[in-house]
């Protein structure tokens, strides 16, 4: 099984490090993979950017730039050995409007992160886990660097020192 966690990392935070670790822990080595272009959102930062921010977040993970838009695209490849597409509740809610979802179902199983105590509706067909959520956004990550307020602690310090050193997400 080969977990894949995947997203803009636009920046990572602590919340996909700890989504990371008990992947890790759960399911085995997961690949770390950063969307080079993001088909449901625009990426504020370059790819590059982005992909050095998700190496200096995940040290010791495999971290790969995606060329992928969609899921279905990369899963069609073939790259990965029995994949599992591991994503969290709240992405998990919109899965029905991913490009072709049954497409990605058939070409990999999927495992859904989520908080305790919450209900997965609709969710016979993948695997759920959970994990203590952190109250933190890429989203307000960005706007807090925009304010010039500190991301200590919501972020690993060799990623606050790259979005510093890189000058990402200022105003």
């Known amino acids: 099984m080969t ?10 935070h602590n919340g996909h490090v700890a989504l990371a670790a008990a992947v890790r822990a759960r399911f085995g080595e997961p ?15 370059p790819a590059e950017a982005r992909l050095a921010l998700a190496r200096a ?22 790259t990965y050995e029995d994949p599992l597409v591991v994503i969290g509740a709240d992405e ?12 990605v179902l058939r070409l990999a199983s999927v495992a859904v992160a989520t ?33 010039g307020e500190a991301i200590d602690g919501l972020v ?4 606050a020192a790259l979005i510093a050193e890189l000058g990402l997400y200022v105003r």
Request: charged share 30%; net charge negative; glycine share 8%.
């Open 3 to 12: 977990p894949l966690v995947g997203g803009a990392f636009d920046p990572p």
């Open 31 to 45: 690949v770390i993979l950063v969307t080079a272009d993001p088909g449901h959102k625009a990426a504020k930062a």
């Open 57 to 78: 977040a995940f040290p010791g993970y495999r971290v790969e730039l995606d060329p992928h838009a969609r899921t279905v695209e990369l899963l069609r490849e073939g």
């Open 92 to 103: 998990y809610r919109d899965f029905e409007t991913w490009k072709e979802p049954e497409e």
């Open 115 to 147: 908080r305790p105590g919450y209900e997965l509706a609709g969710a016979d067909r993948v695997e759920r886990f959970e994990i203590e959520p952190l109250p933190i956004s890429s989203r307000e990550l960005r706007a807090r660097i925009g304010r």
């Open 156 to 159: 690993p310090p060799a990623v």
